[in-house]
């Protein structure tokens, strides 16, 4: 099992949960969640609520405003208990390791089940400030609503499970999906390293033909990756290929469609000259017959995409409505349309409430870890209490 970072740890009570999550439910209705609503949902006796907020605020879990009253909202740490202790009363896994990704809005880090299996859990944050060209309609999208990043990263988080899914299950080479919650993601852990660290591969045509057919695959069945580079793609020792990170997928049948199918074949043929010098004259057809490649041996948008939309069902089975798909097109691309405020009737407090073994599922999480992307010893068990000071909050 994963080591314990004894110093860092923290151990949260039944009722530091049941304020945070309060906060949470607040947080649907209200940017600022104001103290006494906090109060009146969690309904701990005697003023416990705010002592509760008190120690949630010291542990960065919350964040204190009074600009307008006195009021909380959650952090993303707080966010990141709520999804893990959900995730660890549903048994997905018991150990939170080192972090092993860092994305443009998420961090990656190792989880182990209590069986040993080691998996991945990607944590979605979006509205954190992008690597990503940052445009002004989105930050004026996010600071109308700056409790959007809830909304949004728990969408990001369910459309990547989606579609994860629904990929897997037709064969795409993905990581499996094992369970999200919130703006968390559980995956099965891909061996090997993202593209761009891969200097020299045994069959550089190969990978490209493989990886280039992946894009064509994924336009036969109505999608478009749309974040198809050297980043996203993940190759083992064997050259095994595996494709990552879908909160930006789109349909085919999106107006920006070709544009998106374009620039990730773009990405590819740049990447392969540049890096292993591979030259593409010889990849055209010249029967001249049913050929999807142009003239410089693309293939084309309008050859391929003529049967869309098969996946669509599927995702919408999981869960993943047209709706959301609008919502979080409207954040990635910036666009000018407000964002609705998030469903009032879902994530039902009792999903953890009730839960009878809350009280004997101690749940110790590394604070700093989670928030800083250089650390590496965040770590979490439900067994490992007694080697650390518990910290009654
Ligand atoms: P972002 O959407 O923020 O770009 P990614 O899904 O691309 O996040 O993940 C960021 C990095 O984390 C990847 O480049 C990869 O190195 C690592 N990573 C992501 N998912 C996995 C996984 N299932 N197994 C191993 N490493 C992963
Ligand atoms: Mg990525």
């Not at 003529?306 to 609008?326: H, I, V």
């Amino acid at each position: 099992t994963m080591k314990l970072d004894g110093d860092a740890l923290r151990y949260l009570s039944r009722d530091d949960f049941r304020v945070l999550t309060a906060v949470e439910m607040g947080m649907r209705n209200h940017e600022i969640v104001p103290a006494e609503l906090v109060d009146r949902i969690a309904g701990l006796k005697h003023g416990g609520t705010y002592k509760v907020l008190k120690n949630l605020l010291k542990h960065k879990l919350v964040h204190h405003d009074s600009s307008k009253y006195d009021g909380f909202r959650l952090t993303y740490l707080g966010y990141d208990f709520l999804a893990i202790k959900t995730l660890v009363n549903r048994g997905v896994f018991s150990a939170v390791g080192r972090q092993i990704g860092v994305g443009k809005e998420s961090d990656i880090f190792e989880v182990a089940a209590e069986d040993g299996t080691v998996m991945a859990m990607k944590l979605h944050r979006l509205g954190r400030v992008s690597f990503r060209a940052v445009k002004a309609k989105r930050d004026y999208l996010l600071h109308r609503n700056s409790y959007n990043w809830l909304y949004l990263s728990r969408l990001a988080a369910l459309k990547e499970y989606a579609f994860m899914k629904a990929l897997g299950e037709h064969g795409f080479p993905v990581p499996s999906a094992v369970d999200c919650n919130r703006h968390c993601v559980i995956m099965s852990l891909v061996e090997g390293y993202p593209l761009v660290q891969v200097k020299q591969l045994q069959n550089p045509d190969e990978v490209f033909e493989k990886i280039l057919g992946l894009v064509v695959r994924l336009a036969e069945h109505g999608l478009i990756h749309c974040d198809f580079n050297e980043f996203n793609i993940m190759i083992d020792d064997d050259e095994k290929v595996t494709m990552i990170d879908f909160p930006q997928m789109v349909s085919v049948s999106h107006r920006n469609a070709e544009m998106y199918f374009d620039r990730d074949v773009e990405c590819i043929f740049k990447f392969f000259r540049k890096r292993f010098n591979l030259t593409f004259q010889e990849e055209v057809d010249d029967d001249g017959s049913e050929s999807i490649l142009d003239e410089n041996g693309r293939p084309t948008f309008s050859s391929i995409a003529k049967s869309a939309d098969c996946l669509d069902k599927q995702l919408a089975a999981s869960g993943f409505t047209r709706r959301d798909q609008d919502d979080i097109e409207k954040y990635i691309e910036g666009g000018s349309e407000e964002i609705d405020s998030p469903d009032s009737n879902d994530e039902p407090l009792a999903d953890e409430d009730q839960d009878p073994d809350e009280n004997s599922i101690p749940l110790a999480v590394n604070m700093d870890a989670l928030c800083l992307a250089d650390q590496h010893n965040f770590s979490m068990s439900s067994d490992d209490k007694d080697t650390t000071g518990e910290l009654q909050l």
